[in-house]
């Protein structure tokens, strides 16, 4: 089955820099890869889905890219805010409706 | 948007009792899922179905089973809870068609005495 490596350290940036997290498989490249966030003590919610035939997408200050040669994803989050802190999980389609999830990399934004 | 409900957002339950956590969803998707989450081993899938009484085993079963009556409400089941199954417990729903979201709700976090 897929396995899926996100960094577990958390990552602390500034306030105004881009954050930058990584989403790494090792089997299939999957049809798409999705990016949700997580607060304490609530469900992930959906960021953006990439297909893999896409390089990159965009959605305000987020941005995913999906290179299926390096088997990694790339997850930009531009002008930080102290309120992107969160946790950020990457998943893959799995096939059959199924996705498998990233342990998640936790982001620290300072003021 | 969305709604995904679970029925309690804390419980507490003693060893070898049968625990029940419900799940209900309003946007009429077909597929449901039960999650676990455990620090480090992120989520795990336990069951999922994309049908009114179909269920399909997911990465760790043992220890539960599910029930699909009504195509918005989806059920976990513990049978016989252990304390190793103290845990967060996510619900989730997506549509069954194309490359969709999946939408969960907010968690349970149960514990067993």
């Known amino acids: 089955s897929q396995k899926i490596e996100q960094n577990s350290e958390a990552l602390n940036i500034q306030e105004g820099k881009t954050a930058t997290l990584t989403c790494n498989y090792t089997n299939y490249s999957p049809a798409y890869l999705q990016w949700y966030r997580q607060d304490p003590g609530r469900g992930p919610v959906f960021l953006l889905l990439i297909r893999e035939n896409e390089k990159e997408k965009r959605k305000e200050r987020l941005k995913v890219t999906f290179d299926t040669t390096l088997k990694q994803s790339l997850f930009h989050i531009t002008a930080s805010q102290p309120a992107d802190s969160a946790t950020y999980l990457c998943?893959?389609?799995?096939?059959?409706?199924?996705?498998?999830f990233g342990t998640g990399t936790r982001l620290l934004v300072s003021p | 948007d969305v709604k995904v409900t679970q029925s309690s957002r804390y419980l507490v339950k003693r060893t070898g009792e049968k625990v029940f956590l419900e799940c209900v969803q309003d946007m009429d998707h077909e597929n449901m899922f039960w999650y676990r989450q455990d620090p480090g081993l992120g989520l795990r899938l336990i069951y999922f179905?994309?049908?009114?009484?179909?269920?399909e085993k997911g990465d760790i079963p043992e220890g539960y089973s599910v029930s699909r009556e009504k195509k918005e409400r989806f059920s976990l089941i513990l049978e016989s809870a252990s304390t190793n199954q103290t845990s967060m417990y996510l619900c989730a729903s997506r549509s069954g068609t194309g490359f969709q979201a999946q939408h969960f709700g907010d968690g349970t976090r149960l514990s067993i005495l």
């Open positions: 179905s994309y049908d009114v009484k179909m269920k």
């Open positions: 998943a893959l389609d799995e096939g059959f409706q199924k996705l498998v």
